[in-house]
């Protein structure tokens, strides 16, 4: 019996990999390496000493998709493959459409016709829009704020559709708050192609001299100093999250939307600090206008996951800046040098 990781070479996919594989699961990963590198699952069998196939293709082919269910016995499959840029999904809306929504609905036909019905979806806090209160649950109102966030929402109700028609089917929604850190042996970590648009990368490629200094978005909102408000959440502590997900889905039918964040907000500018302590590195900033569509606040209410799943996030902030600084030191140009490594597989 194995579990079907898609995207599992990504960010939080290949922790996700460490953790099943060291909780002895057997584990089979597709991933297309839009954005992403084969080094990064080599890393994933140096840490835990173990090995598990590969597959090279993009999830819209639906042939080569039965064919991982044919040759493996698959039990559950947690769905990390899509595409993930909020401005890119503005300027090609088609393409996100295409990529993460017509991709889920082939995975889910594929895993209907080899009577496979658990799933780990990774939905985003993205779904819950700007949010009108703080702690968010559950429970919130949801809305999309652009083309990406539709894409969540859309697959969200989609894969309760699903459950409606066939009560047979296990799936949990996985609302993620905001990812950041690294593996502690910083030999994984987040990978982003050209510039940065999430924060903490943005920083780290700044700390490293690749980046000159970090725009901070608004400093008029209100919050403690004016600055956004995120629930950062440790990627270890998020890939926890996902075993435990998937050991309660394995057990049951129904369909659950769970929040897998800290329950507790950092600005930008307590974020930069941290950093700044733990590293020893100043991070130059300036602060600029406020990015459309962000939110002032937002941080999860985790305790559904806490009570359901038996889960919380363990790591702090300063743990998330060390981890995160130490996968970005030792590798300052990431998985790039060995890009390679693709023309193996
Ligand atoms: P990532 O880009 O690092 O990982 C996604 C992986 O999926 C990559 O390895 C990519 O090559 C692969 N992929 C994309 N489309 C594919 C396709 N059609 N077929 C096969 N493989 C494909 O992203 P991540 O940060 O690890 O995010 C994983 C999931 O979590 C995504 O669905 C993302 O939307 C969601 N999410 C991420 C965050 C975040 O801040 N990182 C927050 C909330 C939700
Ligand atoms: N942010 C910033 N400068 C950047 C990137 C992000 O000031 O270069 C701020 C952003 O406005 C938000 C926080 O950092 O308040 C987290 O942003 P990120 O893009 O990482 O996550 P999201 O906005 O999706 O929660």
């Known amino acids: 019996?194995?579990?079907?990781?898609?995207?599992?070479?990504?960010?939080?996919?290949?922790?996700?990999?460490?953790?099943?594989?060291?909780?002895?699961?057997?584990?089979?990963?597709?991933?297309?390496?839009?954005?992403?590198?084969?080094?990064?699952?080599?890393?994933?069998?140096?840490?835990?000493?173990?090995?598990?196939?590969?597959y090279a293709f993009d999830l819209l082919n639906e042939k080569d998709l039965e064919t991982v269910f044919i040759e493996n016995h698959i039990e559950a499959v947690i769905h990390f493959a899509g595409l993930k840029a909020v401005g890119e999904s503005v300027a090609i809306p088609l393409s996100y459409y295409q990529n993460n929504i017509t991709s889920t609905v082939i995975l889910c036909e594929v895993m209907k016709k080899f009577n496979v019905k658990n799933l780990v979806f990774s939905s985003s806090a993205t779904v819950y829009g700007i949010?009108?209160?703080?702690?968010?649950?559950?429970?919130?109102?949801?809305?999309?704020?652009?083309?990406?966030?539709?894409?969540?929402?859309?697959?969200?109700e989609i894969l309760r559709d699903l459950y409606q028609s066939d009560q047979s089917w296990s799936i949990?929604?996985?609302?993620?708050?905001?990812?950041?850190?690294?593996?502690?042996?910083?030999?994984?970590?987040?990978?982003?192609q050209g510039t940065p648009n999430n924060i903490m990368p943005y920083v780290t490629q700044v700390a490293i001299g690749k980046l000159r200094e970090l725009k901070v978005f608004g400093n008029n909102y209100p919050t403690i100093d004016g600055t956004g408000v995120r629930d950062y959440i440790h990627v270890v502590d998020l890939a926890h999250g996902h075993l435990m997900a998937l050991e309660k889905i394995c057990g049951q039918t129904g369909i659950e939307a769970y929040n897998l964040g800290t329950g507790k907000g950092y600005s930008v500018l307590e974020l930069i600090s941290t950093f700044e302590k733990i590293s020893g590195v100043k991070i130059p900033y300036r602060i600029v206008e406020r990015r459309p569509g962000d939110s002032a606040v937002s941080f999860a209410d985790p305790?559904?996951?806490?009570?359901?799943?038996?889960?919380?996030?363990?790591?702090?902030?300063?743990?998330?800046?060390?981890?995160?600084?130490?996968?970005?030191?030792?590798?300052?140009k990431g998985y790039e040098e060995l890009k390679g490594m693709k023309a193996l597989l």
């Not at 909780?23 to 840490?47: G, Q, T």
């Not at 083309?147 to 859309?154: A, D, F, S």
């Not at 949990?172 to 982003?192: C, V």
């Open 1 to 54: 019996m194995a579990i079907l990781i898609t995207g599992g070479a990504g960010f939080i996919g290949s922790h996700t990999c460490v953790a099943l594989l060291e909780a002895d699961y057997d584990i089979v990963v597709v991933d297309n390496f839009s954005n992403s590198e084969p080094e990064a699952l080599r890393r994933v069998m140096e840490i835990t000493g173990k090995s598990f196939k590969v």
């Open 131 to 156: 949010p009108e209160q703080n702690p968010i649950s559950e429970d919130a109102n949801l809305w999309a704020m652009n083309p990406y966030g539709r894409t969540k929402l859309m697959i969200e």
């Open 303 to 332: 305790s559904k996951a806490e009570r359901e799943l038996g889960w919380a996030a363990k790591k702090g902030l300063a743990e998330m800046c060390a981890d995160s600084w130490r996968w970005q030191s030792k590798n300052p």
């Open 172 to 192: 949990a929604l996985l609302r993620y708050f905001n990812p950041i850190g690294a593996h502690e042996s910083g030999m994984i970590g987040e990978n982003p």
